[in-house]
């Protein structure tokens, strides 16, 4: 990050895990959903209004979805290893998988297809340097949806960042598309937590100067990173229009909450374009623009905070959280 004093520097990390986590479960009741069939921006809560058909009824209101949890796989994986090891993180994978861990309640839903079939590869034993999916059509947002704490934890250069984001994404997603996906969000990321003006922006030129340096194709690299993608935002779960609807989501916005519900009505893979967005307006309206009813009303505090704060204290050591989540 550049230089900031360390208690912006705490809140920007802190609202970016929280943003990710509250986004995620503010979709959960409106997945599915065409953006037509969803309430007014201003009605979308975690408890929908009673006259909407909310999706997973039997899901208490603030719970973190697949996506909030293969986040927090990944980072207590991160702190565990202190670097990325793919070994450890598929078996972490398998833990979630089959025990629910970093699950609220333990229970594991909304599991993406192509997740499930890498699961399968992994559980026979293939290494996960090969389990994800690696064809065309493999091009779902599930190592998007999950790759924030790395650019929350790497502290190194941004060759480096992009390179780990790509290769987080293969024991699931083995398609360069997906990890140049992972690879450009964690680079807004990076730039949103410094307080650049335009984020995207700088993330989208780093990418372009890194890109040969890591050997991504260029075509590919053209195709995440190809304006035209703004004007087919629809919230959907291929992995390109995941990470454009939720640049629309913070570009055209000025709060974390009028982002996250922004994101929510695209309709469709509701909870994945609110987490994907809501990481990045966490990021840049830190922990204090997320609004409090939102932080205390989140599930799964026994979860999540410990691993934030371990993540703070690596980051940013020496200093007490800045807010406690449900203040």
Not at 106 to 120: K, P, R, S, V
Not at 186 to 204: I, K, M, N
Request: one cysteine or more; a negative charge; charged letters at 20%.
């Amino acid at each position: 990050m550049e230089d900031q004093s360390p208690w912006v520097a705490r809140d920007r990390l802190a609202g970016s895990l929280l943003g990710l986590l509250i986004g995620d479960a503010l979709g959960v009741p409106y997945e599915f959903h065409p953006p037509e069939a969803l309430p007014a921006d201003a009605e979308i809560d975690f408890t929908p209004p009673a006259s909407f058909s909310r999706s997973r009824a039997g899901v208490a209101p603030g719970t973190w979805s697949d996506d909030g949890a293969q986040a927090l796989v990944l980072l207590d994986s991160l702190l565990t290893c202190k670097r990325l090891d793919l070994d450890h993180f598929a078996s972490s994978l398998l833990r979630w998988h089959a025990e629910g861990f970093c699950a609220v309640d333990g229970n594991i839903f909304d599991i993406g297809i192509q997740t499930q079939t890498a699961i399968a590869r992994l559980k026979a034993g293939t290494p996960p340097s090969q389990s994800g999916p690696a064809g065309e059509r493999d091009n779902g947002n599930g190592s998007l949806m999950r790759v924030l704490p790395l650019a929350l934890w790497h502290e190194g250069r941004d060759a480096e960042l992009a390179m780990l984001a790509a290769e987080q994404s293969v024991p699931t997603h083995g398609h360069p598309r997906s990890q140049i996906a992972c690879a450009l969000y964690c680079l807004w990321v990076r730039f949103a937590l410094s307080g650049a003006l335009d984020p995207w922006e700088r993330a989208t030129q780093r990418l372009r100067r890194i890109a040969p340096e890591l050997s991504f194709p260029f075509a590919e690299v053209e195709n995440v990173l190809d304006p035209a993608n703004a004007a087919n935002t629809r919230g959907t779960g291929y992995v390109v229009d995941s990470l454009w609807s939720a640049r629309a989501a913070v570009v055209h916005t000025s709060s974390f909450e009028d982002c996250v519900r922004a994101a929510i009505a695209f309709g469709n893979d509701t909870d994945t374009t609110a987490a994907i967005a809501g990481g990045v307006a966490g990021a840049i309206y830190g922990l204090a623009g997320i609004p409090i009813r939102w932080r205390r009303d989140l599930r799964g505090t026994d979860i999540q905070q410990p691993l934030l704060s371990a993540l703070l204290d690596v980051r940013v050591p020496g200093l007490m959280l800045y807010h406690q989540i449900k203040a």
